[in-house]
């Protein structure tokens, strides 16, 4: 998923690989390594059911001001210490599984 399409009170709109739009609550910002990583939450498609999975993607600037691009994260470690970090941080306010 790349691309920023629309931002609207805490909701992103990204495209997937197959263009397709999909929504995302904005959850938070966390910065791991010096570099900046957003964990949002799929909204669900009306009448679909949520299964509560964020999704973690690396913040990157484009050559335009104006425009950010996610990238998905492949390493394992990283976004395990990056979902720690955001539980960590909302222990309080999410109840996490496992």
């Not at 791991?32 to 957003?38: C, I, K, S």
């Amino acid at each position: 998923m790349d691309e920023n399409v629309e931002l609207d009170d805490n909701i992103i709109v990204l495209n997937d690989d197959e263009g397709h739009e999909v929504k995302f609550e904005f959850l938070d910002l966390i910065k791991y390594e010096e570099e900046d990583y957003v964990v949002l939450l799929p909204v669900p498609e009306e009448g679909a059911e949520e299964d509560n999975e964020v999704v973690i993607l690396k913040l990157e600037e484009t050559e335009s001001e104006d425009e950010e691009s996610y990238v998905s994260v492949d390493d394992e470690e990283t976004l395990s210490a990056v979902f720690e970090i955001f539980k960590e941080k909302f222990k309080d306010e999410f109840n996490f599984e496992g």
